[in-house]
């Protein structure tokens, strides 16, 4: 009995042997920071967006953890949150806007940092070329060039042609901004309107803002791209709309909301695009050989029923070239 035992015991280790050493060893997870000057419902499809590129890349929610920061439109908490996630030592860090990543840049030279947008990222100072990055500083731009502003003002004189003063609001702060201003300024001359620059630095510079437009007598508005206006959007809509300003922005989102017209990259497809650098990093590349990449589409989109309150009928030329009208 005792050697009928043993052969038991012995078969039955036999067999459970390989199972122990066929269990898949614990997946690491990997720790993803994302920081925003906006508060979290403002960019709310932004996160969703960069979940939703991770998860097509085969990720499970399971192998993330996401540490996420958000300065709730004060640009003057960026600094102290990117700080944060550096002493997290996170695995990467996703970043959207020019003073997130010029925040998170000073932060860390060694954690990767993924731009999921950017201007102009090689005269802010935050890469030495597009083709070859260098530090640890890579992802994607919003625009090949200023001149892409220009366009905005093009397309806002063409729905409201009798617009002869156009006013910019624009955020002088952020690394890059004046090279914008310029740009616009530039697209003004060429298509003879009177041009006024009116800044704001955060959302109690609005009704100021609004007040001198109506002392300069402007009859339109271009609203620059800028993570504190973005976050100011529905105030921005409303002023415009209250005062009869037909005016332009650079995203969707603030159309979404009320506003004519935008002309601009996708922001939730920079998000989601982001993502592909994440997955490369966390294989192991390194940011400084990773290019940056620049967009080749621009959706325009058209709000008809804001159009109707300002009293415009937009031109069919302009409509055949929508990426969406709003109804």
């Known amino acids: 009995m005792r050697l009928i035992g043993c052969a038991i015991a012995l078969t039955l280790g036999l067999l459970l042997t390989p199972l122990a050493a066929e269990t898949p060893p614990a997946r690491k997870v990997s720790r993803i920071g994302v920081i925003f000057t906006a508060a979290p419902g403002d960019v709310e499809h932004l996160n969703k967006a960069l979940s939703h590129g991770l998860r097509e890349l085969g990720y499970e929610d399971r192998q993330l953890a996401f540490e996420r920061r958000f300065a709730e439109g004060k640009s003057e908490r960026l600094p102290a949150l990117a700080a944060e996630l550096a002493r997290l030592n996170v695995d990467v860090i996703v970043t959207g806007s020019n003073p997130v990543i010029e925040a998170v840049k000073k932060a860390t030279a060694t954690i990767p940092i993924v731009m999921a947008v950017s ?45 002869s003063r156009v006013a910019l609001v624009w955020n002088p702060a952020p690394s890059g901004a004046r090279t914008y201003l310029n ?25 100021g803002a609004f007040a001198a437009m109506l002392r300069e007598r402007a009859s339109g508005v271009v609203v620059l791209q800028d993570p504190v206006l973005y976050s100011a959007r529905g105030q921005i809509v409303r002023l415009a709309t209250r005062h009869k300003l037909p005016a332009v922005y650079t995203s969707s989102e603030f159309v979404e909301v009320g506003g004519l017209m935008s002309y601009g990259v996708n922001l939730a497809q920079q998000f989601r695009r982001a993502a592909i650098y994440v997955d490369k990093i966390l294989k192991g590349a390194k940011p400084a050989d990773l290019p940056v990449e620049q967009p080749t589409k621009f959706e325009l989109v058209i709000n008809l029923k804001t159009a109707k309150a300002l009293g415009l009928t937009i031109p069919q030329s302009l409509l055949v070239r929508a990426d969406q009208v709003i109804e």
């Open 183 to 207: 740009a616009v300024e530039g697209a003004a001359r060429r298509l003879g309107v009177t041009f006024v620059a009116v800044e704001v630095r955060g959302p109690q510079d609005l009704e």
């Open 119 to 163: 201007r102009d990222p090689v005269g802010a100072g935050f890469i030495a070329s597009l083709g070859r990055p260098g530090g640890n500083i890579t992802g994607l731009a919003n625009d090949p060039a200023a001149e892409i502003q220009a366009k905005n003002l093009e397309f806002l004189k063409e729905a409201a042609p009798r617009i």
